[in-house]
């Protein structure tokens, strides 16, 4: 099977709450898997930074849904590539919420301001999809328990 991963960023709508994350993660946790759809959503600081990944037959379409949600704006893809193996084959939906105070949080904040700038050069989103990447084994087992509340 042919897989696709994308790499995009937005910008969250200014009056998003916890609820909106919640339903984002409960529908994509509930959908994604019949689709064969895995990834990872990371959120900093009012923008969204996500890999998602799968059947070559159903990404370009997903995609779609994704950027017409009202939740966000400004959706810019970034990668879009044929992969030979998953790079999250285990979450239907990962998420993590990063704070800017750290480095690696102002690190990313700092690129995806430059990518929805489009100001991104190839070694920005070569460092955007290696910090991705290092979410692979993180813990969202506290945002997944809230989200189920």
């Not at 099977?1 to 919640?22: G, K, P």
């Not at 509930?30 to 759809?37: E, T």
């Amino acid at each position: 099977m042919s897989l696709i991963q994308l790499l995009y960023v937005s910008a969250a709508r200014a009056d998003l709450q916890e609820r909106d994350f919640a339903d984002i993660l409960t529908s994509a946790r509930n959908n994604n898997p019949r689709l064969g759809v895995t990834g990872m959503l990371l959120f900093v600081n009012g923008t969204f930074l996500q890999v998602i990944e799968g059947p070559h037959m159903h990404m370009d379409n997903f995609f779609r849904r994704i950027s017409a949600d009202p939740r966000h704006s400004a959706v810019q893809c970034l990668v879009r590539e044929e992969i030979s193996a998953r790079h999250f084959p285990d979450r239907s939906l990962g998420f993590r919420q990063i704070e800017v105070s750290d480095a690696q949080g102002a690190r990313v904040f700092a690129l995806t301001q430059s990518a929805l700038r489009n100001r991104l050069g190839a070694s920005d989103v070569e460092a955007l999809s290696s910090l991705v990447d290092s979410f692979r084994g993180v813990n969202d087992a506290n945002f997944a328990n809230k989200a189920s509340a």
